[in-house]
């Protein structure tokens, strides 16, 4: 025997449980994302969901929300609710484990459960049926169940209950009782578009008009997925649960007697849940790829780290290792008096080098030494340099660095096209240097006749203080205009110092800098 627990109209239950006030009013729920629109094209949004008050009104899932507005002028539009869905799906499942392990999510708002297990279902499905409805009520859920011979029966039999006009909460079709669903109309079956616009054709519009028909005949004009609505009218149909398996956690913890004000203890104490974690891996054939600290303080407060490691591994040395280079510099404001460690489980790698690559001996080695050099220099100081979306000159973003990670290819298109134009290369300094600059002489440049600036005419401060006898420019550029804070305007000028000394100053705001020198 199975069961089939449903809760009708899903989306409007989630909205329903934030909203009580919209319970037994004409509501739409519409899916902006499913047809890539936005709330500014609000009316273009299809509505997925109806209540039954808006239904009265002829409005169905697929109409706009313009076009369902136009037949109740009283409707109200609401948007999807993700969280709220995903709590009421929490619900659903939580209740469906409390009668069995073995169940099947079906469906959004559908569950098959496997029944074989609970004692007497067979002598009062009803009573069983009923049970499975009530503890969904009181966790606050409208739902209906039902019974069947084999899953497919079980979740007709649910559909069945939109049909009646009782207000039945249960339908049980056990074996023999097919006959039941005869006068229901063929939707109940929940064929196709394509067949049902077909069968309509033909005249057929319940499931006894569909048994009258031949299955070979079926197989012959319309394909498979017709014999498989014929057995399933018949309650022939025959298939395994897809069970709900929830996903193990590999976690353990440890609440102290005495407060721990040393590393040696804490370490101790770590690498004893590390080896209880990692032989409870072992046993699912899986490696850590994960990790997250909690350490519990006495004062209330808790520190938390994740570490997340270069390669999959389940050795212990390794992974106590790469915590002991944390907590080496680690200072907690006050003792220790819980720890708590959560591993999250991965595959273990395997590499495929070409003929003549080497990777990296030790990924696990590598990444302990990048950690210790950002506890001595910062960790935006150590990474993987990366060209960021910008036009700005010198802009690197420093990424954290992966042993495996590609380089970033602009780097190198900006390397090669900048040897290519050939010239002098220009040397950056890093960080460059604030000068002070004397400017006079307003003269004329070409491209720039109806504005004229004036020349920078000496550096007054710096290493590089004295008289500019060349200089050329200015090239303005800018960007980022559309934001605040990191919009940007720059005037770049090529200066010839009295020494031979060809530099780049640059102005921005008012104030002067030397970025580079040439040669």
């Known amino acids: 025997m199975y069961a089939c627990l449903q809760l009708p109209h899903p989306r409007l239950q989630a909205i329903w449980r934030d909203r009580p ?83 099947e999510e079906t469906g959004p708002g559908l569950v098959t459960l496997d029944m074989a297990g609970i004692a007497g279902v067979e002598r009062r499905p009803q009573e069983i049926g009923t049970a499975l409805v009530g503890e969904l009520e009181e966790r606050g859920c409208v739902a209906r169940a039902g019974l069947g011979a084999n899953p497919d029966l079980a979740r007709v039999a649910v559909r069945s209950l939109a049909w009646r006009r009782d207000a039945a909460e249960v339908e049980v079709v056990i074996r023999g009782e097919e006959a039941r669903l005869d006068p229901l109309p063929l939707e109940v079956l929940d ?69 721990i004000e040393a590393v040696e203890p804490l370490l101790f104490t770590i690498r004893r849940l590390l080896e209880t974690i990692v032989a409870r891996l072992s046993g699912h054939y899986l490696v850590a790829g994960e990790i997250a600290l909690r350490l519990d303080l006495v004062n209330g407060r808790k520190h938390r780290r994740r570490f997340r490691l270069p390669e999959p591994g389940a050795d212990v040395d390794l992974l106590a290792s790469l915590l002991h280079t944390h907590l080496a510099d680690f200072r907690a404001e006050a ?108 003269v004329s440049y070409f491209g720039d006749r109806a504005k004229d600036r004036e020349r920078p005419l000496e550096i007054d401060s710096g290493p590089l203080r004295g008289r500019i006898e060349e200089v050329a420019g200015p090239w303005r550029l800018s960007g980022d205009w559309w934001e605040k804070k990191l919009r940007w305007c720059r005037e770049e000028w090529d200066a010839r110092l009295g020494a031979g000394v060809l530099c780049r100053l640059v102005r921005e705001g008012g104030d002067w800098y030397v970025e580079g020198v040439y040669g």
């Open 335 to 442: 003792a220790i008096e819980g720890v708590h460690l959560e591993v999250v489980p991965a595959r273990a790698g395997r590499h495929q080098f070409d003929l003549f690559a080497a990777g990296v001996r030790d990924p696990n080695q590598l990444a302990e030494t990048v950690a210790r050099l950002e506890a001595l220099l910062g960790p935006d100081r150590v990474g993987t340099p990366h060209v960021p979306a910008t036009h700005r000159p010198g802009a690197v973003r420093m990424e954290r660095f992966s042993p495996g990670g590609e380089p970033d290819v602009r780097i190198r298109e900006v390397g090669q096209e900048a040897l290519s134009l050939g010239g002098l290369p220009l040397r950056r300094l890093r960080p460059r240097l604030a000068v002070s600059v004397r400017c006079g002489n307003r």
């Open 191 to 259: 064929p196709g578009p394509d067949h049902r616009e077909l069968f309509s054709l033909w005249g057929v519009e319940t499931v006894a008009d569909l048994k009258r028909l031949r299955r070979a005949d079926l197989v012959e004009r319309l394909g498979k997925d017709s014999a498989e609505l014929w057995d399933l009218a018949m309650g022939r149909t025959r298939r395994l649960l897809r069970l709900v398996r929830p996903a193990p956690r590999f976690e353990a913890e440890a609440s102290l007697e005495w407060a």
């Open 21 to 103: 006030g919209d319970r037994y009013q004409p509501v739409a729920v519409l899916d902006d994302e499913a047809d890539g629109t936005n709330r500014r094209d609000r009316g273009k949004a299809r509505v997925c969901e109806c209540s039954p008050e808006a239904a009265e009104f002829g409005i169905h899932p697929g109409m706009t929300a313009s076009q369902a507005r136009a037949r109740c002028g009283d409707l109200l539009l609401r948007e999807r609710a993700p969280a709220a869905e995903g709590r009421l799906r929490e619900e659903l499942l939580a209740g469906a484990e409390r009668f069995t392990a073995d169940f």
